[in-house]
């Protein structure tokens, strides 16, 4: 830590060493680079006293000290500094305090004769700068070399010795790391825990025992490929690989935050994220229609839908709050979004300071955030297939009895009175005390569209959308501004039922939350320690210094947009392909997939990354293609039992001598029990649905305004991917098995063992039902015989036939649930249906049943 006397003459010298704090090295005289390592220490004193008191300063002579080519053109009064020539450098006349020039620092204590004496000599050994960058500010260069900032290089596919196991290059690179360390890898898995395995990591949902026996039986030499290209291709792989990309997307079905009101639309953009994965979308289209599909030439529907991705941001409805701030804080969770999901880095971390352990600047982080500025969140309407037609014929007639309804309640005469008052106590807050509360509810509940905005445009320039988004505010919030008793006698609750009753009674069409470009640019700046209000420096759109930039012309979310997928930016194929590696072995190549940076873990296979990442891009970032060369592999196809022979050599099995055994997601966990019992629907898309759950969840919601109303038919057994999501009360049952919160990215689940969760799955009542229509199937699928009906739950369950011993244990344990049942007719009532034939045998058949779904083979894939 600096000594007083050095955080003072930090203080005081920060405006001219502000352009030196880039980086350590030998460009620097040592008490300079002295300096520079206390910069980390000290960077909110240099933004406060540089940014804060000498901005406009800087910004009005033309001088440029942070850029070493401004400093030596100098600005307005000719150059700061002439390298070779101290005593004339205008530098040092002011630092000096020479008679006649403006001393600087302008304020605080003058900097000392050792210190000017610092500056004097680096000037006269020629004043060399730090390496620039074309944006004018130095490049940090402290961990620019790190591996991941450098560009893809596709290595050579190393050479065996044990060649006849290398089914692909994959398998080279593993076995080349294996071979040093005089590791074998493990044999190949049998092929029905093959096909488990596929299946479940391609589709999330396990093989029919008749799928099985076809694969076990199917000798053919490409039956292994055969099998994984049905899978890429089966509509159930968009919603298994969804339920991956909304952990990043951070999806949820409600605001977040104390009200927490229910987002009707929000699943259109999970539609378009299944979709775009079960149509092979290239990834860096991908990317680009989810981060800018707005600003695509002639952009279409389905990718402005793309564009909910940054619309999965939590918003805040509470009275009070300030709504620019949470404008602010949605920016910077979209930027810093951006940089977890595509750059793999923590760059929200240099939102309030210069990140301590990455060369990123907090001028790159304001860099970034600036390309989302000026987005504006915007509501439109996104039909879905066969809606347009009956809306079409329709709508004449509904827009015709809406009017009906208004006109009877007197509503187009009472909203323009009103919005002429709204609209005057916007500009005179406080003068209309009672008017100033309906102004805030209209600022803070307006649903489905900015209520500000459309207020503040003429009747005529409001879309129809729009306008019915303001009606219907206005008719169910008119009480705010003339009183309970008013509000009654106008008896507007009354219409308000009606026109709810009138829309139901109509076909409408699908509305999706995507976000646009703000016509009026906004003016972005740094915030010094990150505070909103404390303007710093003003930045334009560019990316992060120390990774290749974009052109100045290029400002654009667009421009970003391309960038991170272009040759420019290294770090999104590694990160994605690490992911990717992720979702098939339990954890990536680099095991931090959310931090690439230099306090991230370093990749166990680094060669072969950088082949993945090659292979990817070069392969036009087909998604599926290259999941099929990992799934491919031998490595991936590799028997999962231990081996106890390298647990001290490698316990963390990051060589990849045996494949993971790993639990699986929460979703996929019920999903399961569903499939194996007969009770999940297959349908694909649509709204988010509720099934049951324990009583008292949503009542922790504020003030009782969470409503769970429980699907029915079908829909109570749709897959868990479309289970709506309440964040401020999430499902239990996806939460216990360490779900992510949906209010941050998360690139990684963890997977955590707790009691609870065993409770969970003996307990809940979905596992029950699970439990005992798989009972009843077994009851009519299978023989009569103990052993036969046995082996078919076990092919159902775990795709395999039981062991003899497994089937010795569970035949007693049969025989004493039944003389246990017949001593409580009660709980064989809670099992079974009364006119269930055989009611004890049945019931028992339930317990097995539950033994079956709660087994660690059950909910692990192998």
């Given at each position: 830590m600096p000594s007083r006397r050095e955080w003072r003459s930090l203080r005081t010298a920060g405006l001219f060493i502000l352009g030196l704090t880039a980086s350590a090295g030998d460009q620097l005289p040592p008490p300079v680079d002295r300096l520079v390592d206390f910069q980390r220490e000290v960077q909110p004193i240099f933004e406060q006293h540089c940014y804060a008191c000498h901005g406009s300063q800087l910004q009005t002579s033309g001088l440029r000290l942070d850029d070493g080519d401004a400093a030596l053109k100098g600005g307005n009064s000719g150059a700061a500094i002439k390298p070779g020539d101290s005593a004339?450098?205008?530098?040092?006349?002011?630092?000096?305090?020479?008679?006649?020039?403006?001393?600087?620092?302008?304020?605080?204590?003058?900097?000392?004769?050792?210190?000017?004496?610092?500056l004097r000599a680096w000037i006269d050994q020629g004043a060399k700068w730090p390496r620039l960058v074309a944006n004018g500010s130095p490049a940090r260069l402290r961990g620019a070399s790190h591996?991941?900032?450098?560009?893809?290089?596709?290595?050579?596919?190393?050479?065996?010795?044990?060649?006849?196991?290398?089914?692909?290059?994959?398998?080279?690179?593993?076995?080349?790391?294996?071979?040093?360390?005089?590791?074998?890898?493990?044999?190949?898995?049998?092929?029905?825990?093959?096909?488990?395995?596929?299946?479940?990591?391609?589709?999330?949902?396990?093989?029919?025992?008749?799928?099985?026996?076809?694969?076990?039986?199917?000798?053919?030499?490409?039956?292994?490929?055969?099998?994984?290209?049905?899978?890429?291709?089966?509509?159930?792989?968009?919603?298994?690989?969804?339920?991956?990309?909304?952990?990043?997307?951070?999806?949820?079905?409600?605001?977040?935050?104390?009200?927490?009101?229910?987002?009707?639309?929000?699943?259109?953009?999970?539609?378009?994220?299944?979709?775009?994965?079960?149509?092979?979308?290239?990834?860096?289209?991908?990317t680009i229609e989810q981060l800018a599909g707005d600003l695509l030439p002639k952009a279409t529907v389905e990718q402005r839908v793309a564009t909910g991705f940054h619309r999965n941001t939590l918003?805040?409805?509470?009275?009070?709050?300030?709504?620019?701030?949470?404008?602010?804080?949605?920016?910077?969770?979209?930027?810093?979004?951006?940089?977890?999901?595509?750059?793999?880095?923590?760059?929200?971390?240099?939102?309030?300071?210069?990140?301590?352990?990455?060369?990123?600047?907090?001028?790159?982080?304001?860099?970034?955030?600036?390309?989302?500025?000026?987005?504006?969140?915007?509501?439109?309407?996104?039909?879905?297939?066969n809606e347009l037609g009956p809306w079409l014929h329709t709508h004449n007639e509904y827009r015709k009895k809406r009017q009906e309804l208004l006109d009877q309640y007197q509503i187009p005469q009472l909203q323009k009175e009103w919005e002429a008052k709204m609209l005057e106590t916007a500009a005179n807050p406080g003068k209309y005390t009672d008017w100033d509360l309906a102004w805030e509810v209209l600022l803070k509940l307006t649903v489905g569209g900015d209520g500000e905005k459309i207020i503040h445009k003429k009747p005529e320039e409001r879309t129809q959308r729009e306008q019915d988004i303001l009606t219907s505010h206005f008719i169910k919030n008119y009480a705010f501004a003339v009183g309970d008793k008013k509000y009654k006698e106008l008896k507007f609750k009354e219409l308000d039922s009606a026109l709810t009753a009138l829309q139901e009674a109509y076909p409408q069409l699908t509305q999706a939350p995507t976000i646009s470009e703000s016509l009026t640019p906004r003016r972005s700046y740094i915030r010094i320690r990150g505070n909103y209000k404390n303007l710093g420096a003003e930045v334009t759109p560019g990316t992060p210094a120390f990774l290749d930039l974009l052109p100045a012309a290029q400002s654009t979310r667009l421009d970003l947009a391309?960038?991170?997928?272009?040759?420019?930016?290294?770090?999104t194929a590694r990160v994605a392909v690490n992911r990717f590696w992720q979702e098939f072995f339990g954890q990536g190549l680099v095991r931090t997939?959310?931090?690439?940076?230099?306090?991230?873990?370093?990749?166990?296979?680094?060669?072969?990354?950088?082949?993945?990442?090659?292979?990817?891009?070069?392969?036009?970032?087909?998604?599926?293609?290259?999941?099929?060369?990992?799934?491919?592999?031998?490595?991936?196809?590799q028997s999962s039992q231990s081996r106890p022979e390298l647990q001290a050599k490698d316990p963390g099995n990051a060589l990849l001598a045996w494949q993971s055994r790993v639990r699986l997601p929460a979703e996929l966990i019920r999903d399961e029990s569903l499939a194996v019992s007969g009770l999940l629907s297959p349908k694909i898309g649509g709204p988010s649905v509720k099934p049951f759950q324990p009583a008292g969840v949503a009542e922790l919601g504020y003030a009782d305004s969470v409503k769970w109303e429980e699907s029915k038919g079908e829909e109570r057994y749709r897959r868990a991917?479309?289970?709506?999501?309440?964040?401020?009360?999430?499902?239990?049952?996806?939460?216990?098995?360490?779900?992510?919160?949906?209010?941050?990215?998360?690139?990684?689940?963890?997977?955590?063992?707790?009691?609870?969760?065993?409770?969970?799955?003996?307990?809940?009542?979905?596992?029950?039902?699970?439990?005992?229509?798989?009972?009843?199937?077994?009851?009519?699928?299978?023989?009569?015989?103990?052993?036969?009906?046995?082996?078919?739950?076990?092919?159902?369950?775990?795709?395999?036939?039981?062991?003899p011993v497994e089937q010795q244990r569970l035949e007693k344990f049969f025989r004493k649930q039944k003389r246990i049942l017949k001593q409580e007719p009660g709980s064989i009532s809670a099992l079974v249906p009364p006119k269930c034939p055989d009611r004890v045998g049945q019931a028992a058949w339930v317990v097995?049943?539950?033994?079956?779904?709660?087994?660690?083979?059950?909910?692990?894939?192998?």
């Open positions: 004339t450098s205008p530098l040092i006349l002011r630092a000096a305090g020479v008679s006649g020039v403006i001393r600087m620092p302008p304020a605080g204590a003058p900097l000392t004769a050792g210190e000017v004496g610092i591996w991941a900032f450098q560009p893809i290089r596709r290595p050579d596919v190393p050479i065996v010795q044990n060649r006849s196991w290398v089914r692909n290059p994959v398998d080279a690179f593993i076995l080349e790391r294996l071979e040093r360390e005089q590791i074998k890898p493990s044999p190949e898995a049998d092929k029905a825990t093959l096909l488990r395995r596929l299946s479940l990591d391609l589709t999330g949902l396990p093989p029919t025992p008749e799928e099985v026996a076809a694969f076990v039986h199917d000798n053919r030499p490409d039956a292994y490929e055969r099998r994984v290209d049905s899978l890429l291709d089966s509509p159930h792989y968009g919603e298994r690989w969804a339920r991956f990309w909304l952990d990043l997307a951070r999806y949820g079905d409600s605001d977040g935050y104390e009200k927490d009101w229910t987002r009707p639309y929000a699943w259109r953009y999970r539609d378009w994220v299944i979709n775009a994965l079960n149509a092979d979308m290239p990834f860096d289209e991908f918003t805040n409805r509470e009275g009070g709050v300030d709504n620019e701030q949470f404008r602010f804080e949605n920016v910077m969770d979209r930027a810093s979004t951006t940089g977890t999901v595509w750059l793999g880095l923590t760059v929200g971390c240099a939102q309030c300071h210069d990140h301590k352990f990455d060369p990123i600047t907090q001028r790159d982080f304001y860099r970034l955030a600036a390309f989302f500025d000026n987005a504006e969140e915007t509501d439109i309407e996104a039909p879905m297939p391309r960038w991170l997928v272009s040759d420019q930016n290294p770090l997939s959310e931090d690439f940076g230099t306090q991230g873990d370093r990749p166990t296979h680094p060669e072969l990354l950088d082949w993945l990442a090659s292979e990817f891009t070069r392969d036009a970032w087909r998604m599926k293609r290259i999941q099929k060369t990992i799934v491919m592999s031998a490595t991936y196809r991917l479309y289970i709506h999501f309440q964040r401020t009360t999430p499902y239990p049952l996806l939460v216990n098995f360490d779900a992510p919160r949906g209010d941050v990215s998360v690139c990684r689940r963890l997977r955590s063992n707790t009691p609870l969760q065993a409770l969970n799955l003996l307990n809940d009542p979905v596992f029950l039902e699970a439990a005992q229509v798989f009972a009843s199937r077994l009851s009519k699928e299978a023989p009569r015989r103990f052993e036969s009906r046995l082996r078919y739950a076990y092919q159902l369950a775990l795709g395999r036939d039981p062991a097995l049943s539950s033994v079956l779904l709660n087994l660690d083979e059950f909910i692990t894939r192998e």
